[in-house]
């Protein structure tokens, strides 16, 4: 303590040690400012090479091509650019367009990333909030004030500020806009850590907080059911333990919701019960269970598949319920899928592809097997055999890609895929289930399937 309180008199008196300190610190604080000038000026680069990149793929287009191939050369470039980067095409897509929106709407926002002035925070917020406004006038007035408060301000200090400008200069009166956005209204999940996942809704402003504050009454009026029950006497001896509801106010929230969603109600016996047991789930999920798991010889976790693990309890209540379970073979070491099978077999390929599989086989698309389509990688005018070490599950818009433009596929029997671009670099797709195993230089090969 002694040490500290001397310290911290000698800056303020202005000695050596305190001069020193002051000197490093000024120190740093220029040193991150000139790295935070240079890494804006590095994503004004990046976005500047997308919006060029597109420009090439539409040189390339051909207007006079049928509708559903028109695009081929945007998503032949994308898919090099993310198989480049390891980012997934369709991400690449929307950043071309983002990136063209940014150097032609607002190329007075990128020249200030360009020269550090903003940050990529700064750009996107001055972006969300301007897009709406088609009016050129309209949106260079915005951008300029919008970016004389961007150049003092924090991007969470803006964003209200930018929302109001772009509100006020926006040539379309609110209720028009406020119809136009209602038709973009949806829900989606996003998955998280843990077994858990966020379900998100975009809703008009007041329905939203209608909804928040229907749960919160819902939610303080079970705590408050149970402070009543948990305030009774304890009961006689011998009687069955009382099980107290040790939830939080969040968690009580978060019942309610599924409860009012999946049964129409949502008391205080249904948020305590339905969810917990499965009750009130009726969905088609795929799940993966090891078996050493289900007979409690193993702590290996169960797996949503193509999302996330998943609690063996939750696993196991879903597999119970199961109208059909494929038993898996797969190789100890690499995870390759050897054989599957069921009591009754039916359809015994496309189910082996599937749990191979688990989603479309082009470099980086996650979207399930149930939307794609099975492709032979040598196609079956070319004598492809129809069996699995020469069939993988592609999604339409791969799919597409792959018979009309100048990628190229080659598979190995044990179902990894190397991709050729068109311009000869080549990425390499493995299956799903060999993706976690670490790769043993001896290790022996999978007998064949």
């Not at 220029?30 to 539409?58: F, I, K, N, W, Y």
């Not at 598949?305 to 070491?333: K, Q, S």
């Amino acid at each position: 303590m002694n040490s500290t309180s001397t310290t911290a008199r000698s800056v303020v008196s202005g000695d050596a040690s305190g001069d020193v300190s002051v000197t490093r610190i000024e120190s740093l604080l220029e040193g991150l400012a000139e790295a935070g000038r240079q890494a804006a000026a590095a994503h004004a680069r990046h976005l500047a090479l997308l919006a060029e990149a597109l420009e090439v793929a539409d040189a390339q287009a051909d207007a006079g091509a049928p509708a559903a191939v028109r695009d081929i050369p945007l998503r032949s470039l994308a898919a090099q650019i993310g198989a480049t980067l390891r980012v997934s095409d369709r991400t690449v897509q929307r950043q071309l367009s983002e990136a063209w929106a940014v150097s032609t709407r607002f190329a007075a926002t990128l020249g200030a990333l360009a020269s550090g002035d903003i940050t990529r925070a700064h750009v996107r917020v001055i972006v969300d909030a301007g897009s709406p406004i088609d009016d050129d006038e309209a949106r260079a007035a915005y951008e300029a004030a919008a970016l004389e408060i961007a150049r003092r301000e924090t991007p969470g200090r803006l964003r209200p500020a930018a929302r109001l400008l772009a509100g006020r200069l926006h040539p379309m009166p609110l209720d028009e806009r406020h119809r136009v956005a209602a038709a973009g209204r949806d829900v989606w999940v996003r998955d998280l850590d843990d077994g858990m996942a966020e379900i998100i809704a975009v809703l008009p402003t007041a329905i939203a907080h209608a909804i928040r504050d229907r749960l919160d009454q819902y939610a303080r009026r079970q705590i408050s059911h149970r402070e009543v029950v948990d305030g009774e006497d304890d009961p006689v001896a011998g009687a069955e333990p009382v099980c107290r509801d040790l939830r939080g106010v969040g968690e009580v929230r978060a019942d309610v919701f599924a409860d009012l969603l999946l049964t129409g109600h949502a008391t205080a016996q249904i948020s305590d019960a339905s969810i917990p047991e499965g009750e009130a789930i009726v969905a088609r999920v795929q799940v993966t269970v090891p078996v050493l798991t289900v007979l409690g010889a193993d702590t290996a976790p169960a797996e949503l598949v193509g999302h996330a693990p998943i609690d063996t309890a939750t696993a196991c209540r879903l597999a119970a319920g199961a109208p059909g379970w494929d038993r898996v073979l797969t190789h100890p070491v690499t995870g390759t899928v050897l054989a599957v099978d069921r009591y009754r077999p039916s359809d015994q390929l496309k189910r082996a592809l599937q749990v191979r599989d688990e989603h479309c086989r082009f470099p980086g698309c996650r979207m399930p097997t149930r939307r794609c389509d099975i492709d032979h990688t040598i196609a079956r005018e070319h004598d492809g055999p129809t069996e699995l070490g020469n069939l993988a599950h592609l999604c339409r818009r791969h799919h597409t890609l792959k018979h009309h433009s100048a990628w190229r596929v080659r598979q190995t029997p044990d179902g990894v895929l190397h991709w050729t671009t068109p311009t000869g670099r080549i990425h390499v797709d493995r299956p799903a289930q060999t993706l976690t195993f670490t790769p043993v230089d001896d290790a022996e090969p999978p007998p064949p399937f």
